[in-house]
């Protein structure tokens, strides 16, 4: 026996429908206006540049001491203690690059660089870098005063100046200090530029500060 469904219900369910219908719409059209989330920034390292030599230490002018160096973790001066990549236009006034980024803040990795120039030199038994439990016999104690890339100039260069001081730990006397300043052209004007420029200067003053070491150290004997 067939019954008859009353019209009134089936506009009910065909309304029913119809709405289900419109809010699966709806929910599409506010996916579509959700902010899209922001793409992560281009991470850079500070590393140095390839060396056309033999990573093998060179043989040192100086006598070998034997004396161990610990390189201490190096400080940032105010704007330069942060992963941004900073750039100048006018004097005095430090900007930063709002994509890109260090991978970390460029005063930690120094640290490798200068350990790795100093051991090059041969003129120390050890060299290692703080935090470390070794008892060492010198302490190199840096500071990254300035790293950015500059643009009053045309094509923009990176300029970066660092200060180092050398310490004997026994007699806790300074032996020498030095501030060494590098400059190199950016082959673009652009932070990709800017980053290899950079390696570029770190890689030369970590040789000057090597080679600084090594001196004072034969000096001091």
């Known amino acids: 026996m067939n019954v008859a469904i009353p019209i009134r219900g089936q506009r009910r369910r065909r309304a029913l ?4 219908v419109l809010g699966l719409t709806a929910l599409a059209g506010c996916g579509s206006l959700l902010p899209k ?40 001066a105010p704007g330069y203690g ?14 930063y690059f709002a ?3 260090w991978a970390e803040p460029p005063a930690l990795m120094l640290a490798p660089l ?14 290692v870098r703080a935090p470390i439990s ?9 500071e990254l005063i300035r790293l950015h890339q500059d643009f009053s100039v045309a094509p923009s260069r990176v300029r970066l100046t660092v200060r180092v001081v050398l310490i004997d730990i026994a007699a806790r006397h300074v ?14 004007d652009d ?10 200067a770190a890689q030369r003053v970590a040789a000057e500060v090597g080679a600084f070491c090594a001196e004072r150290t034969a000096w001091a004997k």
């Open 191 to 200: 932070p990709a530029g800017g980053v290899m420029a950079a390696n570029q």
């Open 99 to 101: 994509f890109n980024q």
């Open 175 to 188: 032996l020498a200090t030095r501030e060494f300043d590098a400059e190199a052209p950016s082959a673009s």
């Open 17 to 20: 429908a119809w709405l289900g």
């Open 37 to 76: 989330p922001a793409a992560a920034p281009a991470l850079f390292l500070l590393e140095g540049v390839a060396s056309s030599t033999s990573d093998k230490p060179s043989k040192p002018a100086l006598a070998t001491s034997t004396a161990t160096l610990v390189v201490a973790e190096p400080r940032a």
């Open 114 to 127: 200068l350990a790795h120039a100093i051991e090059r030199t041969g003129a120390f038994r050890t060299v």
């Open 82 to 95: 942060t992963r941004q990549i900073a750039y100048v236009r006018t004097a005095s006034q430090i900007e």
């Open 134 to 142: 070794v008892a060492g016999d010198m302490r190199l104690e840096t």
